[in-house]
């Protein structure tokens, strides 16, 4: 939920306290809660594939903060947030890919930008694999990153 209606810099973000999580996005100010053991559970066997991958193929190394391949947790109360408002202001950087996913649903999405737009590239509902466009080869079984 956006704080407040002024416009936030980076350099109001450096000010901030470091109790409480939060983003900046397009100018406003984001509350974020903390993470849900699920989310941290999630985030963990996502990264661990990744690194897997990237280190199998000498591809350099991965960082929780990427650049070019996103991924986020949906909760209802940052639903818009995540799915449109970050969909655009990734767009507008060049983000590559992102992945959505959601994990009380045993949901994954993968958005390949072709252009200036999102694109869904993968996506799997409880079992199955998603692929990237992004990374030649790389899949993840949705059994083994959302599993309970």
């Given at each position: 939920?956006?704080?407040?209606?002024?416009?936030?810099?980076?350099?109001?973000?450096?000010?901030?306290?470091?109790?409480?999580?939060?983003?900046?996005?397009?100018?406003?100010?984001?509350?974020?809660?903390?993470?849900?053991?699920?989310?941290?559970?999630?985030?963990?066997?996502?990264?661990?594939?990744?690194?897997?991958?990237i280190k199998s193929k000498?591809?350099?190394?991965?960082?929780?903060?990427?650049?070019?391949?996103?991924?986020?947790?949906?909760?209802?109360?940052?639903?818009?947030?995540?799915?449109?408002?970050?969909?655009?202001?990734?767009?507008s950087y060049g983000v590559?890919?992102?992945?959505?996913?959601?994990?009380?649903?045993?949901?994954?999405?993968?958005?390949?930008?072709?252009g200036t737009e999102y694109?869904?590239?993968?996506?799997?509902?409880?079992?199955?694999?998603?692929?990237?466009?992004?990374?030649?080869?790389?899949?993840?079984?949705?059994?083994?990153?959302?599993?309970?």
């Amino acid at each position: 939920m956006r704080t407040t209606s002024r416009v936030w810099t980076y350099e109001d973000y450096l000010k901030l306290e470091e109790e409480e999580r939060y983003e900046i996005i397009e100018g406003g100010l984001y509350h974020v809660p903390g993470t849900s053991r699920k989310h941290q559970e999630v985030t963990l066997e996502l990264a661990t594939t990744f690194r897997s991958y990237i280190k199998s193929k000498d591809l350099g190394k991965l960082y929780i903060s990427p650049f070019d391949v996103v991924l986020s947790e949906e909760k209802t109360s940052s639903l818009k947030k995540d799915t449109e408002d970050k969909r655009r202001l990734y767009a507008s950087y060049g983000v590559k890919e992102f992945w959505l996913v959601f994990p009380r649903e045993k949901v994954v999405e993968v958005f390949s930008l072709e252009g200036t737009e999102y694109r869904v590239r993968s996506w799997a509902y409880e079992e199955g694999q998603v692929c990237s466009k992004l990374l030649d080869g790389f899949c993840v079984r949705l059994e083994e990153v959302l599993s309970d």
